[in-house]
């Protein structure tokens, strides 16, 4: 659950969302968080001049930080290595994922909600150029239903666009594989970034009883890609063993990857082959996409784009411009509503 640190310099507006958003998660969701903090340590071949850079913008963006010194750093996290230079304290922490999914269905149906799983959407229902809900296929039963809807949101992540072209509706998002690896044990106490520019395999995150270390990034086209190549591995373990050099004699437990559904219409290419772009340039930003104004197709809304750590906020306003649009103005209250948990 970032603070927004990792991309202070690269990506400021993602930054300022994680920070304001990880404040809010702490209050409403705090038996799915791990009040971790984070370490930003620079080690051998990270440049130094991007210090001065790093902490400017978290100042400016008001993400606290504190630097301490090696030794101090050392004490906390004694599996760093001995050539660590510097040493940085922000709030970061761990979030369960599982822990906060629950707790959102059970806060759904509390609230009269009804929460639909292993449906695959087949077709939307459509008059005209209004959408009206939507066709699903379960994958247990086997069984088919329709369901009608005043307005219909694709929240749908790296399949997003791939729903959407079911209403005819066209846009193009920048797909980017990552894949992480998790070892016996969480070998630190506190959520440890390489001080660089974000790049592969330079996070480590004590999750349950895991430790964490990620994530590359690889441009993809298939949602469902979940592969992981020899050299991502490779890339991964050599780079995070260079502030935890005992992972290198560590048992890795578990490897997954998946599907990042980045959107920045800074990066669309303009061409007709679908030429991919750098995912790590990609902003982690989000966008609400009102199909009505962009394509003339009404009863739809997209939300595309974002992180785990500001999925409140996309809700929120994807909520707004859907009771905008059936002329409800009043204010949502997600960031003080506390969430029931399991």
Request: hydrophobic share 40%; charged share 20%.
């Amino acid at each position: 659950m970032h603070t927004g640190a990792r991309y202070a310099v690269s990506d400021s507006n993602s930054a300022r969302e994680c920070y304001q958003e990880h404040e809010i998660l702490r209050r409403i969701a705090a038996p799915a968080i791990d009040d971790t903090g984070g370490l930003f340590v620079l080690s051998p071949g990270d440049d130094p001049d991007f210090v001065a850079l790093w902490t400017a913008a978290c100042t400016q963006l008001g993400i606290a930080w504190q630097e301490i010194g090696v030794a101090q750093a050392r004490r906390q996290e004694p599996a760093l290595g001995p050539d660590i230079t510097r040493a940085f304290a922000v709030p970061d922490a761990a979030c369960d994922a599982v822990t906060l999914g629950k707790a959102l269905c059970i806060s759904i149906e509390a609230h009269g909600g009804q929460v639909l799983n292993y449906q695959r959407v087949t077709g939307f229902v459509r008059t005209g150029d209004t959408v009206q809900g939507v066709q699903l296929h379960d994958l247990r039963s086997n069984s088919t239903q329709t369901l009608h809807a005043a307005v219909t949101v694709i929240a749908a992540g790296p399949w997003s666009a791939q729903v959407a072209a079911l209403a005819d509706v066209s846009y193009r998002m920048q797909l980017s594989r990552g894949a992480m690896l998790g070892f016996n044990g969480r070998w630190a106490n506190t959520i440890i970034n390489r001080l660089h520019w974000p790049a592969d395999g330079d996070i480590f995150i004590p999750l349950g009883y895991l430790g964490v270390a990620g994530t590359t990034s690889v441009a993809t086209d298939d949602p469902f890609d979940s592969r992981i190549e020899p050299w991502e591995y490779e890339r991964i373990m050599t780079e995070i063993a260079a502030v935890l050099p005992g992972l290198r004699h560590a048992t890795v437990l578990r490897s997954w990857a998946g599907v990042r559904p980045l959107f920045d219409p800074a990066l669309q290419s303009d061409d007709t082959d679908s030429s991919h772009v750098d995912g790590r340039k990609a902003a982690r930003t989000f966008e609400v996409l009102d199909h009505a104004e962009r394509d003339g197709v009404s009863g739809l809304f997209s939300i595309v784009g974002g992180k785990l750590t500001t999925y409140r906020l996309m809700a929120e306003q994807t909520a707004d411009a859907v009771c905008r649009r059936l002329g409800n103005e009043r204010p949502g209250t997600t960031a003080t509503a506390v969430l029931a948990m399991p």
